[in-house]
Protein backbone atom coordinates (compact mmCIF):
# COMPACT_ATOMS: atom_id res chain seq x y z
CA UNK A 1 0.00 0.00 0.00
CA UNK A 2 1.46 3.45 -1.23
CA UNK A 3 0.53 6.76 1.20
CA UNK A 4 2.22 10.00 0.86
CA UNK A 5 4.43 10.05 3.73
CA UNK A 6 2.37 13.16 5.20
CA UNK A 7 -0.39 10.73 6.34
CA UNK A 8 2.29 8.26 7.80
CA UNK A 9 3.23 11.52 9.83
CA UNK A 10 -0.39 12.24 11.62
CA UNK A 11 -0.28 8.80 12.72
CA UNK A 12 2.98 8.51 13.61
CA UNK A 13 2.09 11.33 16.10
CA UNK A 14 0.17 9.25 18.36
CA UNK A 15 2.55 6.05 17.95
CA UNK A 16 5.04 5.51 20.99
CA UNK A 17 8.95 5.05 20.40
CA UNK A 18 8.95 1.61 20.23
CA UNK A 19 6.25 1.52 17.61
CA UNK A 20 7.97 4.89 15.45
CA UNK A 21 11.06 2.36 15.44
CA UNK A 22 9.29 -0.53 14.82
CA UNK A 23 7.70 0.91 11.39
CA UNK A 24 11.00 2.52 10.70
CA UNK A 25 13.36 -0.61 10.78
CA UNK A 26 10.37 -2.86 9.23
CA UNK A 27 10.41 -0.48 5.95
CA UNK A 28 14.09 0.56 5.93
CA UNK A 29 16.00 -2.70 7.03
CA UNK A 30 19.35 -2.45 5.97
CA UNK A 31 19.03 1.69 4.78
CA UNK A 32 18.87 3.44 8.02
CA UNK A 33 20.75 3.80 10.78
CA UNK A 34 20.99 6.02 14.23
CA UNK A 35 23.02 9.02 15.02
CA UNK A 36 24.29 10.28 18.03
CA UNK A 37 26.06 12.28 20.36
CA UNK A 38 25.84 10.47 23.34
CA UNK A 39 23.40 12.90 25.14
CA UNK A 40 21.26 11.40 27.43
CA UNK A 41 18.32 11.53 25.22
CA UNK A 42 20.56 9.53 22.85
CA UNK A 43 21.37 6.95 25.16
CA UNK A 44 17.44 6.59 26.02
CA UNK A 45 16.85 5.92 22.13
CA UNK A 46 19.39 3.21 21.87
CA UNK A 47 18.29 1.28 24.98
CA UNK A 48 14.71 1.63 23.53
CA UNK A 49 15.88 0.61 20.09
CA UNK A 50 18.01 -2.24 21.62
CA UNK A 51 14.35 -3.92 22.71
CA UNK A 52 12.79 -3.48 19.32
CA UNK A 53 15.74 -4.31 17.03
CA UNK A 54 18.74 -6.07 18.44
CA UNK A 55 20.81 -5.22 14.84
CA UNK A 56 20.72 -1.43 15.20
CA UNK A 57 22.84 0.12 13.80
CA UNK A 58 24.50 3.31 15.29
CA UNK A 59 27.07 5.87 13.79
CA UNK A 60 28.76 9.51 15.56
CA UNK A 61 29.88 12.25 14.28
CA UNK A 62 34.04 11.91 15.81
CA UNK A 63 34.80 15.21 15.51
CA UNK A 64 38.01 14.82 17.14
CA UNK A 65 37.53 17.36 19.87
CA UNK A 66 35.07 14.78 22.17
CA UNK A 67 35.69 14.77 25.71
CA UNK A 68 37.88 12.10 27.17
CA UNK A 69 33.81 11.04 29.04
CA UNK A 70 31.80 11.15 25.91
CA UNK A 71 34.93 8.95 24.00
CA UNK A 72 34.23 6.11 27.47
CA UNK A 73 30.56 6.15 27.04
CA UNK A 74 31.07 5.22 23.65
CA UNK A 75 33.25 2.04 24.79
CA UNK A 76 30.78 1.53 27.57
CA UNK A 77 27.82 1.44 25.09
CA UNK A 78 29.35 -0.92 22.82
CA UNK A 79 30.27 -2.90 25.55
CA UNK A 80 25.93 -2.59 27.03
CA UNK A 81 24.12 -3.84 24.07
CA UNK A 82 26.97 -5.64 22.20
CA UNK A 83 26.99 -3.23 19.36
CA UNK A 84 29.82 -1.59 17.34
CA UNK A 85 29.80 2.33 17.12
CA UNK A 86 30.53 3.67 13.29
CA UNK A 87 32.78 6.50 13.82
CA UNK A 88 32.25 9.33 11.41
CA UNK A 89 35.22 12.20 10.83
CA UNK A 90 35.72 15.18 8.47
CA UNK A 91 37.74 15.29 5.58
CA UNK A 92 40.02 17.28 7.48
CA UNK A 93 42.16 16.30 10.25
CA UNK A 94 42.44 18.68 12.96
CA UNK A 95 45.81 19.39 11.80
CA UNK A 96 44.81 19.71 7.93
CA UNK A 97 41.64 22.09 9.69
CA UNK A 98 44.59 24.11 11.15
CA UNK A 99 46.68 24.48 8.23
CA UNK A 100 43.57 25.46 5.80
CA UNK A 101 41.75 27.86 8.28
CA UNK A 102 44.18 29.00 11.01
CA UNK A 103 44.40 28.65 14.51
CA UNK A 104 41.00 27.76 16.93
CA UNK A 105 38.62 28.27 14.03
CA UNK A 106 36.30 27.12 16.49
CA UNK A 107 36.97 30.70 18.16
CA UNK A 108 36.30 32.78 15.12
CA UNK A 109 33.88 31.03 12.94
CA UNK A 110 32.17 28.07 15.09
CA UNK A 111 29.38 27.70 11.86
CA UNK A 112 32.35 27.02 9.30
CA UNK A 113 34.25 24.42 12.49
CA UNK A 114 30.56 22.54 12.84
CA UNK A 115 29.75 22.45 8.84
CA UNK A 116 33.71 20.78 8.41
CA UNK A 117 33.68 18.52 11.01
CA UNK A 118 29.76 17.56 11.74
CA UNK A 119 27.77 18.71 8.83
CA UNK A 120 29.56 17.87 5.98
CA UNK A 121 30.25 14.28 7.34
CA UNK A 122 26.30 13.58 8.16
CA UNK A 123 25.90 14.49 4.42
CA UNK A 124 28.29 11.99 3.41
CA UNK A 125 26.78 9.37 5.32
CA UNK A 126 23.41 9.43 4.67
CA UNK A 127 24.16 9.26 1.10
CA UNK A 128 24.49 5.37 1.98
CA UNK A 129 20.97 5.84 3.66
CA UNK A 130 17.69 5.95 2.66
CA UNK A 131 16.42 7.12 6.75
CA UNK A 132 18.05 7.97 9.68
CA UNK A 133 16.73 7.97 13.43
CA UNK A 134 17.86 11.38 15.85
CA UNK A 135 17.14 11.83 19.26
CA UNK A 136 16.34 15.26 19.24
CA UNK A 137 13.10 17.12 21.13
CA UNK A 138 10.67 19.17 19.97
CA UNK A 139 11.40 21.72 23.36
CA UNK A 140 15.51 21.92 23.01
CA UNK A 141 16.03 24.49 20.29
CA UNK A 142 13.55 26.93 18.33
CA UNK A 143 15.18 25.28 14.96
CA UNK A 144 13.73 21.36 16.64
CA UNK A 145 10.43 23.29 17.72
CA UNK A 146 8.08 21.72 14.61
CA UNK A 147 10.14 18.45 14.49
CA UNK A 148 7.83 15.28 13.52
CA UNK A 149 8.19 12.20 14.46
CA UNK A 150 8.21 10.73 11.30
CA UNK A 151 9.38 13.59 8.33
CA UNK A 152 11.04 14.45 5.37
CA UNK A 153 14.65 15.64 5.41
CA UNK A 154 14.80 18.42 2.91
CA UNK A 155 18.60 19.06 4.16
CA UNK A 156 19.72 15.96 3.45
CA UNK A 157 16.99 14.32 1.39
CA UNK A 158 16.00 11.12 3.01
CA UNK A 159 13.24 10.35 5.52
CA UNK A 160 13.96 11.41 9.35
CA UNK A 161 12.74 9.54 12.47
CA UNK A 162 12.80 11.86 15.70
CA UNK A 163 10.62 8.87 18.20
CA UNK A 164 11.20 11.16 21.25
CA UNK A 165 10.40 14.29 19.42
CA UNK A 166 7.53 15.10 21.89
CA UNK A 167 9.49 14.04 25.11
CA UNK A 168 10.41 16.23 28.31
CA UNK A 169 13.73 16.11 29.66
CA UNK A 170 12.13 14.96 32.79
CA UNK A 171 10.68 11.98 30.90
CA UNK A 172 13.99 11.24 29.66
CA UNK A 173 16.00 11.37 32.98
CA UNK A 174 12.93 9.42 34.34
CA UNK A 175 13.79 6.67 32.01
CA UNK A 176 17.23 6.79 33.03
CA UNK A 177 16.62 6.20 36.24
CA UNK A 178 14.17 3.64 35.92
CA UNK A 179 16.22 1.16 33.18
CA UNK A 180 19.56 2.49 34.52
CA UNK A 181 20.78 3.23 31.48
CA UNK A 182 24.10 4.74 31.54
CA UNK A 183 25.13 8.55 30.74
CA UNK A 184 27.83 11.00 30.29
CA UNK A 185 29.13 11.46 33.73
CA UNK A 186 29.30 15.49 32.81
CA UNK A 187 25.57 15.61 33.15
CA UNK A 188 26.86 15.31 36.89
CA UNK A 189 28.93 18.29 36.82
CA UNK A 190 26.51 20.93 34.95
CA UNK A 191 26.66 19.74 31.50
CA UNK A 192 23.09 19.60 30.39
CA UNK A 193 24.12 19.81 26.42
CA UNK A 194 27.47 17.91 25.76
CA UNK A 195 29.36 18.60 22.19
CA UNK A 196 32.70 19.39 21.87
CA UNK A 197 35.21 20.28 24.28
CA UNK A 198 36.10 23.75 22.79
CA UNK A 199 32.93 24.73 22.40
CA UNK A 200 30.98 23.57 25.39
CA UNK A 201 30.98 24.71 29.29
CA UNK A 202 28.94 24.13 32.24
CA UNK A 203 25.91 26.27 33.12
CA UNK A 204 25.06 28.12 35.48
CA UNK A 205 21.72 27.78 37.41
CA UNK A 206 18.69 29.17 35.77
CA UNK A 207 20.42 29.20 32.72
CA UNK A 208 18.81 27.55 29.90
CA UNK A 209 20.42 23.91 28.89
CA UNK A 210 21.71 24.67 25.83
CA UNK A 211 23.26 27.94 27.04
CA UNK A 212 26.86 26.19 28.11
CA UNK A 213 26.99 25.38 23.91
CA UNK A 214 29.37 27.66 22.03
CA UNK A 215 29.45 30.79 24.65
CA UNK A 216 29.73 34.15 23.60
CA UNK A 217 27.91 33.78 20.02
CA UNK A 218 24.11 33.89 18.95
CA UNK A 219 24.58 29.72 18.48
CA UNK A 220 22.67 26.78 19.36
CA UNK A 221 22.95 24.44 17.12
CA UNK A 222 25.72 22.67 15.32
CA UNK A 223 23.26 23.23 11.93
CA UNK A 224 22.84 19.11 11.71
CA UNK A 225 18.95 20.02 12.25
CA UNK A 226 18.17 23.28 10.97
CA UNK A 227 16.30 23.16 7.88
CA UNK A 228 16.54 23.95 4.85
CA UNK A 229 14.22 27.10 3.12
CA UNK A 230 13.07 25.51 0.51
CA UNK A 231 9.35 23.27 0.43
CA UNK A 232 9.85 19.58 -0.31
CA UNK A 233 8.66 18.88 -2.90
CA UNK A 234 5.64 15.70 -2.12
CA UNK A 235 7.38 12.39 -1.05
CA UNK A 236 5.77 8.92 -1.48
CA UNK A 237 6.60 6.07 0.10
CA UNK A 238 5.53 2.47 0.22
CA UNK A 239 5.38 1.02 4.50
CA UNK A 240 3.76 -1.15 6.35
CA UNK A 241 2.59 -1.15 9.88
CA UNK A 242 4.42 -4.11 11.53
CA UNK A 243 1.41 -4.67 14.29
CA UNK A 244 -1.35 -4.57 12.02
CA UNK A 245 -0.32 -7.09 9.55
CA UNK A 246 -1.69 -10.22 11.22
Not at 102 to 131: H, I, M, S, Y
Request: net charge negative; proline share 6%; charged share 30%.
Amino acid sequence: MKEHLEEVQAQAEHWRPEEVLRWAYANFEDDIAMASGFGAEGLVLMDIAWHVHRNFRVFTLDTEFLFPETYDLIDCVENRYGIKIERVFSSLTPEEQEQMHGQALWARDPDLCCNLRKVEPLRNKLKDLRAWVTAIRRDQTAARGSAQKIEWDTKFQLVKVNPIADWTSEMVWSYIRKHQVPYNSLHDRSYPSIGCTHCTRPTQAGEDARAGRWPGFNKTECGLHVPEPQVPARVRIEYRVPWEEN
